[in-house]
Nanobody
Framework: VQLQASGGGLVQPGGSLRLSCAAS????????IGWFRQAPGKEREGVSC????????SYLDSVKGRFTISRDDAKNMAYLQMKSLRPEDTGVYYC???????????WGQGTEVTVSS
């Protein structure tokens, strides 16, 4: 089983990035999908989650209105569209098959996002 997050990079404040999460070895259709991030020197935090049951979504307050989580179960992919990026969005972003960091789901290796001018 492997989850691979990609799409990170260096972007200026106000810019956009789209992160992708590719799964192999499992069918994401059966799983919740969470995006997490860990900023330098800080604990990992949940950013967004999408349910496998009803497609409901949730977001960290600081990203509401700027980030959008989505999934394409036919492609076994999940995405995090990030707009109006801020320096405080900088960190390593992970996708996982859980929405709370219990460490019980499958986790990708992360992709680094740097928001800086």
């Amino acid at each position: 089983v492997q989850l691979q997050a990609s799409g990170g990079g260096l972007v200026q404040p106000g810019g956009s990035l789209r992160l992708s999460c590719a799964a192999s070895g499992i069918s994401l259709i059966y799983y919740r999908i969470g995006w997490f991030r860990q900023a330098p020197g800080k604990e990992r935090e949940g950013v967004s989650c999408t349910s496998s049951e009803d497609g409901s979504t949730s977001y960290l307050d600081s990203v509401k209105g700027r980030f959008t989580i989505s999934r394409d179960d036919a492609k076994n992919m999940a995405y995090l569209q990030m707009k109006s990026l801020r320096p405080e969005d900088t960190g390593v972003y992970y996708c996982a098959t859980e929405c709370v960091d219990y460490g019980l789901g499958y986790w990708g290796q992360g992709t680094e996002v740097t928001v800086s001018s």
